[in-house]
């Protein structure tokens, strides 16, 4: 523990957003960093908690009070090596995680939790900026070859571990890009798709094989795979879409969230947008847009509609509107249910609950 008395001294502070005016004129990322000696002082108020329910509250177990104290100490290289012992692609989470952590944090018992995402962020960031995140050559080899079949960040993870440990390890996916729902659902404007490609180019360089636009069972057999390899390691994420079973959804206005996503993720990149587009190409400028669904992948097109330019965006939740404040004692190290507004509900949008379309 950096300062013991960091958590009564200092106020939470976190990263700010570009001004919605700004933001929505362009697909990239806005999120501002906090400088470096702010973010050390974030890092003090951790409290180093004999229970430490933010590590229990992260979904990779990232042992979050340690590289708090480095942070807090200047010691950046350490604790990018402490992040990485747990988390492949601290970048990926730093930006899109929910952070169920700050969740768990015991400050968050009077709100003001760790900035522990932000902290995840900016040490991996330094890490890239100083050039201290290297290739992982393994001095040997197994001679065990693995095929693993989809490459979202499941598939990317589990390849680059098992690649580290010697085997060959050969990446399918069926995309003309790597990357999954990280490069084809999240919008640019979340996480920008070079993240991806320098951790591709990483893996690459410790052995393993990208194998793009080969859709396994279509372009390769499971027989083949079974016999050329000595594992295989099926990583194909949950591509179906929950569709709208009511009298219209077939109308042509009505679209699924991983259409429109797709396509101007696929645009921003420069790429062919038809491939994403069975039912045509499909964009929200000048329309009146409802989206139907109050989750993250509704404020997702929320925050696309109105960077396409949408005369108005309304957005509606079967569920009735959770409280602004979530019950602590009931809630409390887990995820709460609350109201939650996204950047992308700032930059524009009506809200409804208790809707069943
Ligand atoms: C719009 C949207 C926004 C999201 N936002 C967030 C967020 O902000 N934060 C967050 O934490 N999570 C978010 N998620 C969830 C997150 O993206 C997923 O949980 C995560 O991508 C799942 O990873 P995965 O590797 O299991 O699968 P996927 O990312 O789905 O990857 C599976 C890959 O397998 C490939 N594949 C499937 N079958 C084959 C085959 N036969 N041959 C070859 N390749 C195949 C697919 O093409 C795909 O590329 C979001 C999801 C969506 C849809
Ligand atoms: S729960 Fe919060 S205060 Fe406690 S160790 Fe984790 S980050 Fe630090």
Known sequence: MGKATGFLELDRQDRSYADPKERLTHYKEFIVPLPEDKLKAQASRCMNCGIPYCHNGCPVNNIIPDWNHLVYEGDWKNALEVLHSTNNFPEFTGRICPAPCEASCTLNIDDAPVTIKSIECAIVDKGWQEGWIEPQIPLHKTGKAVAVVGSGPAGMACAQQL???????????????????????IPDF??????????????QAEGVVLKESTEV?????????RENFDAVVMSGGAEEARQLTIPGAEKSGVRLAMEFLTQQNKRNAGDDEMRAAPRGSILATGK?????????????????????????VTQIEIMPKPPVRENKALSWPDWPMKLRTSSSHEEGCERDWSILT
């Not at 790597?178 to 659902?185: D, I, K, P, S």
Request: charge should be positive; include cysteine; charged fraction near 25%.
């Open 163 to 185: 690649a580290r440990a010697g085997h060959s390890v050969t990446l399918f996916e069926k995309n003309d890009r790597m990357g999954g729902l990280l490069r084809y659902g």
């Open 190 to 203: 979340k996480m920008e798709k070079d993240l991806i490609n320098r951790r591709l180019m990483q893996m």
């Open 217 to 225: 069972g279509v372009h390769v057999s499971m027989e083949s795979l």
């Open 288 to 312: 009146h847009v409802i989206v139907i669904g109050g989750g993250d992948t509704g404020s997702d097109c929320v925050g696309t509609s109105n960077r396409q330019g949408a005369a108005s």
